[in-house]
């Protein structure tokens, strides 16, 4: 079973550009979770999707970050018109229907650079 | 809200030292806690878990002690190796299954 799957794994764009970040859960897990990591901090949730539905976006910035999860096919997070300040990792993470830990399987995650 | 709290870092250790990374937490109810470990251009991992208070979790000589008393989820390892060298982050499930991370501990350890 494979894991996790994030492309690029590495990213750069100029200011202004837009960044599309791609994820495949793993077999089975139908709940898709975006994280991003600054450079020296900890992870911050960002959104929470299932299929064809975002959960939680209480974690996304308002302005120009989008992301969802369509019935085929992986999950994209989309920023739109990039600043240096978007310049992180960021962490994609799935979980499965069943069970009570809610444990998630996380990615390689994609490095995005800001120019 | 939820909140985890986790020892600043860096820590520096030598090979064979005995390791603690203090974690706290403040939490509605008693959630499940967890221990992720992040290797050098990785993605995390989980290391390891406890379900309830008074449960141990452990995994490749690492443990913790979920204590409801304390808020405390403490990780530990006895005798740590170089491969041991990594980023580790306690972490607890929010209410909409979201984790909530704290800041991490860097952990190098030398020969």
């Known amino acids: 079973n494979a894991g996790v799957m994030q492309n690029p794994r590495h990213l750069v764009r100029r200011r202004g550009q837009e960044a599309r970040l791609r994820c495949s859960p793993m077999k089975g897990h139908s709940h898709v979770y975006w994280y991003r990591q600054l450079p020296e901090e900890g992870l911050k949730f960002m959104v929470y999707l299932q299929k064809e539905n975002i959960i939680d976006e209480s974690g996304m910035p308002k302005e120009r970050f989008s992301a969802e999860f369509p019935k085929e096919g992986p999950s994209i997070l989309r920023i739109q018109q990039v600043v240096r300040g978007d310049s992180a990792a960021y962490f994609c993470?799935?979980?499965?229907?069943?069970?009570?830990?809610?444990?998630?399987?996380f990615g390689p995650g994609t490095r995005l650079t800001v120019l | 809200g939820d909140s985890v709290t986790q020892m600043e870092g860096p820590v520096t250790l030598s090979e064979e030292a005995f390791l603690t990374i203090n974690c706290t937490y403040t939490?509605?109810?008693?959630?499940?806690l967890f221990w992720y470990v992040q290797y050098p251009g990785e993605g995390l991992q989980l290391l390891l878990k406890a379900t309830k208070a008074d449960d141990k979790g452990s995994n490749k000589g690492f443990e913790a002690t979920y204590r409801k008393e304390t808020t405390s989820f403490h990780l530990e390892k006895g005798s740590v190796q170089v491969s041991d060298s990594a980023v580790y982050f306690c972490a607890l499930p929010g209410s909409a299954r979201q984790l909530t991370f704290g800041s991490g501990t860097q952990l190098t350890v030398l020969p």
């Open positions: 993470a799935s979980s499965p229907d069943s069970g009570t830990y809610n444990e998630q399987f």
């Open positions: 939490a509605t109810g008693y959630p499940s």
